[in-house]
């Protein structure tokens, strides 16, 4: 059995990148699901070390904070650059689309009526930095010329936005094609065409 454990309330949110990247590697791993009535008991939230989910553990290594889980998931499974100035550029890449994460969440959590029209007007100011970094590293991928867990976690995004917004990468051909390609890594399509994929929500409060 995989070493490897989730535990996490019902849904993609923040461990969506985690399950494709886990699921293009090859692993395996094992879901512990919290409801949110058990969680606001508090038991398990006092062990958190950030009193929050989600949490993720290897063996005897226990992690907390989904971006760690990431970075740890590429050290391990060598999608974390060739060299140490590859690794800079996965890092920075990776805080960019922490940035647009946390932006799209905002809206999904506190604006979702007010502020959806106008997170969407703005979308394309964000999505054409990534544009030209693909554009400009023809290998497909965010850098140098292999998968790393900044590419699963720019594509977790933006499938994210195309349900927010279908018409969203249409003017963005090196997004579309990234998100085409990864769509189409065998293990990747099978975890997407999954149930256990399907079933759960985006996020924790119904909107997407
Ligand atoms: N920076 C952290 C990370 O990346 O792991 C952020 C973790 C985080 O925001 N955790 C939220 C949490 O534990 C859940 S993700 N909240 C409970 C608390 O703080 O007590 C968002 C979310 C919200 C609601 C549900 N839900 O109702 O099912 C699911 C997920």
Redesign the pocket.
């Known amino acids: 059995m995989a070493p490897y454990t989730i535990t996490?309330?019902?849904?993609r949110?923040?461990c969506g990148a985690t399950r494709i990247m886990l699921s293009d590697q090859g692993q395996e791993w094992k879901e512990i699901v919290v409801?949110?009535e058990e969680?606001m008991k508090g038991d398990l939230?006092k062990t958190?070390v950030?009193?929050?989910?989600?949490k993720f553990e290897d063996g005897d290594l226990v992690l907390?904070?989904?971006?760690a889980f990431l970075r740890h998931l590429g050290r391990r499974h060598g999608a974390y650059g060739k060299n140490d100035c590859e690794a800079a550029h996965i890092d920075m890449f990776a805080d960019g689309v922490e940035d647009l994460r946390t932006k799209y969440?905002k809206m999904i959590?506190q604006e979702y009526e007010t502020g959806k029209d106008a997170y969407i007007k703005d979308l394309p100011n964000h999505l054409c930095k990534f544009e030209a970094v693909l554009a400009k590293n023809k290998s497909g991928f965010l850098v140098g010329d292999s998968i790393s867990f900044a590419d699963y976690s720019l594509f977790e995004v933006l499938l994210n936005h195309q349900v927010l917004s279908p018409t969203c990468l249409d003017s963005f051909p090196a997004l579309n094609s990234f998100v085409a390609t990864l769509s189409a890594r065998p293990k990747i399509k099978a975890f997407l065409d999954s149930e256990d994929y399907k079933k759960l929500p985006i996020?924790?409060?119904g909107k997407q």
């Open positions: 996490y309330f019902p849904v949110g923040r409801n949110f969680w939230k958190c950030f009193g929050q989910l989600p907390f904070q989904s971006n969440l959590y996020n924790g409060n």
